[in-house]
């Protein structure tokens, strides 16, 4: 069966055709349509965990028990998980455990470029890199018999492109019978990690390293394509396809294992070609472990470390070093003015839009986005930020975001900064996604040693930026099902908090009183801003206008930030195709002269 | 074996705006494409695009192997634009002077809250610009050919009827139907409808 496959549906299909039987993930761009794809299949136990931490934990618990399980998540996602991924290094898997990572090379959608092939250093475990869906299929079937063979954790390695070009797959394989009973053979010095076990497992781990290496030599995912002798290419993963575009010529060692190295298959190489280069993005994992072994090589000196690579990116930097005469020069068309650019938004109706606009009106952020002035830079609050699609709130008009870091930073770094001694009012705004994931420690924490922040929680029920997966606050399971609800406020106060206000996000009124009362609390305060994400809304109300006649130009209205409200031939005017009309009516609620109606003309 | 291309690989790349369909089209296209017995690469941008922003795809079409998901700058052989203002975004990083364009005029606006141009170009003199770029050009009136039919939604289905009136890639119309009855199996009559009208106006 041949279909046009993304790569992560390639390798969520690839996983099911090897026997997976439980998959865990939280979602995170560009890895979030591989457990969106295995949910589909019903013989499969699969989940959205809380983050990536559990995540991890709830697979090395499967895998334990016995039954092929994947674990996916972003580059950033293995930060979070880094202590359980350690720990199932070191005590090896019973069932094969495969991790897919999926890092972000351009920082399309992430808050950091990292290449986490240095994580399979640390922890002493094998990477796999396909270049393409064919290949992303094909290893997950290899990946899971390494981690049984060899006792150990996988790492699947994509990037971007991998994850998210479509190309064509040969389904070639089929759902394997269940074999072999699920159970938990009990072995203390496995995995009971007491420091007298991990002592015992530590040099098992080394010995795991070597034999890998000798597999890796003969592999055929490590592959020779011999051509011109002037010029050999190492490479990997994505890289591969660019450079192959780039270099036709040339002899190529293709390595489908980029960690441990194949040090004999990469010597023998060498010797075979005049010039050794290797083409890889982001940083010099593979030049550097070549350079250490003393073979004379070449890399970085003429690819960026930073970024993307591109079929164009690699051309440039071939000439540079003297490896091209020239680049295909593109004919290039410099003779057109700069055309407007569309960045992404605040979507009209989103649920996140009037808390934002209420705290910037408090601290005297509100500017039109050409006024060059940043106003937020002598606010009277700070505002703490976090991430999902409430960082867009930082761009103006609304600039009502002052740090972003990873997720769940904002409230404890709303805490630091009151500790540290900022004597304005912070408030930290986060989502309800991204509080569940790892938000509830640091509230604790602000329990605790009694901060005065206020905390803002932007319940949208759905996790929004990666495309409207399930969280536990939402009721429903990611393979559809009814599932238990965590309900927000439960948590909240069952924490210690006593100050909880939940408002309604499309009521201002509501919205300023709430924020008003926190922010002048001499207590930690959480105010929960309830309503659905617009975008998960099938239905559209009635559409609002702009009253002419009643338009004084204040442009209040265009503080919002409402993609749907613009400024035509001097007039101000509403797109109803964009407008979502009567469930959000913000613009009707923050118009002085009452200019904004519904269609029809009928206020109420 | 698949017929032989007007050129090897043929780098299709379909640009609008998020919340238009271009993802959407640009899979029926490369599933047809596939059928026919091309090999295709089908490089997407999606990410933080929510409603609004910016999407490109870009579709690699070869009779011999994969090409890479990018489209090199300045090799771009068909653009089937669905917004004026992304259709000349593509020109300008993948013109040629072989290039041939397939574009909806409707105008949509944007908002740059981060500054910059904000300003929408005058739309007359954009479309007489993307066709004295473009070796050829087919102007479709997608949008209001959609709300004609009763929802602009349809634009989408009949600007790649306008590629197969155009005849510059290497379907048929019949490659069209099955898959059309796949991905929408309750509204079938009226996307083949409009398909059938993408066709009409190209050859018009």
């Known amino acids: ?604 | 074996m698949a017929k032989q291309l007007m050129k090897d690989p043929l780098n299709l790349i379909i640009s609008g705006v998020a919340g238009q369909g271009n993802v959407l089209i640009a899979m029926v296209i490369g599933n047809a494409l596939v059928e026919n017995g091309y090999q295709v690469m089908f490089g997407q941008t999606f990410g933080s695009n929510q409603r609004g922003g910016s999407v490109r795809n870009y579709i690699r079409i070869s009779n011999e192997t994969k090409y890479s998901p990018i489209i090199p700058q300045g090799h771009g052989d068909i653009i089937l634009g669905m917004e004026p203002i992304e259709t000349m975004r593509m020109l300008k990083e993948f013109g040629n002077p072989n290039v041939m364009t397939v574009v909806n005029p409707r105008a949509i606006m944007s908002i740059d809250s981060r500054g910059g141009t904000t300003e929408y170009p005058d739309i007359d003199k954009l479309l007489a610009d993307i066709e004295k770029l473009s070796s050829k050009t087919w102007v479709i009136n997608a949008t209001e050919e959609a709300q004609k039919m009763g929802n602009p939604i349809l634009a989408n289905v009949i600007l790649a009827g306008g590629l197969i009136g155009a005849n510059i890639l290497p379907l048929e119309k019949n490659s069209f139907e099955s898959l059309l009855q796949e991905r929408f199996p309750k509204a079938f009559e009226i996307n083949f409808k409009a398909l059938n009208r993408g066709i009409e106006l190209a050859k018009s």
Not at chain 1, 22 to 44: H, K, M, N, Q
């Open chain 1, 1 to 604: 069966m041949k279909r046009l496959l993304s790569g992560n549906e390639a390798l969520a299909w690839g996983a099911y055709h090897a026997g997976a039987r439980v998959a865990t993930a939280y979602p995170g761009t560009p890895s979030t349509e591989i457990l969106e794809t295995i949910a589909r299949f019903d013989d499969i136990y699969a989940e959205w965990s809380t983050n990536e931490k559990v995540a991890m934990e709830v697979a090395l618990g499967a895998c334990y028990a016995g039954v092929r399980t994947i674990v996916s998540m972003k580059h950033v996602g293995l930060n979070v998980a880094a202590d359980p991924f350690m720990a199932a290094s070191i005590t090896g898997v019973n069932g094969g455990l495969v991790l897919i990572c999926a890092d972000d090379p351009g920082t399309h959608s992430s808050q950091s470029e990292q290449d986490n092939r240095h994580y399979a250093r640390l922890a002493k475990v094998p990477v796999l890199e396909p270049s393409d869906s064919q290949e992303a299929y094909d290893m997950m079937a290899i990946a899971f018999d390494i981690s049984e063979q060899f006792d150990t954790l996988v790492m699947v390695r994509t990037t971007t492109r991998i994850s998210h070009s479509k190309s064509v797959v040969d389904l070639s394989r089929s759902r394997p019978a269940p074999t072999g009973e699920v159970g938990f053979p009990r072995n203390v010095s496995k995995y009971v990690m007491l420091p007298v076990n991990a002592r015992f497992r530590h040099p098992l781990v080394e010995e795991r390293m070597v034999k890998l290496a000798g597999f890796a030599e003969t592999s055929p995912l490590n592959r020779v394509e011999s051509g011109e002798r002037n010029l050999g290419v190492i490479t990997s993963g994505v890289a591969y396809q660019y450079a192959r575009e780039v270099f036709p010529d040339a002899s190529f060692l293709k390595l489908g294992i980029t960690h441990p190295l194949p040090r004999e298959l990469i010597r023998r190489f060498a010797g075979q070609v005049d010039r050794l280069v290797v083409i890889e993005e982001l940083d010099p994992f593979l030049e550097e472990g070549i350079r250490a072994m003393g073979v004379e090589v070449t890399g970085k000196d003429f690819i960026p470390l930073v970024g993307e690579l591109s079929t164009d990116v690699v051309g440039k930097g071939a000439v540079s070093a003297g490896i091209l005469t020239e680049p295909p020069v593109p004919p290039g068309i410099t003779a057109v003015a700069d055309l407007p650019k569309r960045p992404p938004l605040l979507c009209p109706g989103c649920p996140h839009t009037g808390m934002f606009f209420v705290l910037a009106s408090m601290g005297q952020r509100l500017k039109p986005p050409d006024s060059g002035d940043n106003p937020a830079k002598k606010s009277n609050l700070i505002i703490t930020g976090d991430i999902g699609c409430y960082t867009l709130a930082t761009y103006p008009p609304l600039n009502a975001m002052d740090t972003t870091a990873c997720m769940g930073a904002s409230i404890g770094q709303a805490l630091g900064m009151e500790k540290a001694g900022i004597d304005t009012n912070i408030v930290a705004v986060i989502g309800d996604s991204t509080f569940l994931h790892s938000g509830i420690t640091p509230l604790v924490d602000a329990v605790y040693n009694e901060g005065k922040i206020t905390v803002v929680i932007l319940d949208n029920g759905t996790t929004a930026m990666t495309g409207h997966q399930e969280h536990p606050g939402t009721g429903v399971s990611a393979q559809g099902n009814k599932a238990t609800k965590v309900e927000l406020e439960n948590v909240v106060r069952g924490v210690g908090v006593s100050d909880v206000r939940v408002v309604d996000a499309f009521n201002m009124k509501e919205l300023r009183a709430a924020a008003r009362s926190a922010l002048a609390s001499p207590e930690l305060a959480v105010i929960i801003v309830r309503g659905a994400c617009a975008v998960g809304v099938p239905q559209r109300g009635e559409p609002r206008v702009v009253d002419a006649g009643k338009c004084n130009r204040c442009d209040v209205c265009l503080l919002i930030g409402c993609p749907a409200i613009q400024t035509v031939d001097d007039k101000v005017y509403i797109d109803t195709t964009l407008c979502v009309g009567d469930i959000c009516t913000i613009c009707q609620q923050v118009c002085p002269q009452k200019a904004i109606t519904p269609v029809t003309g009928e206020t109420e």
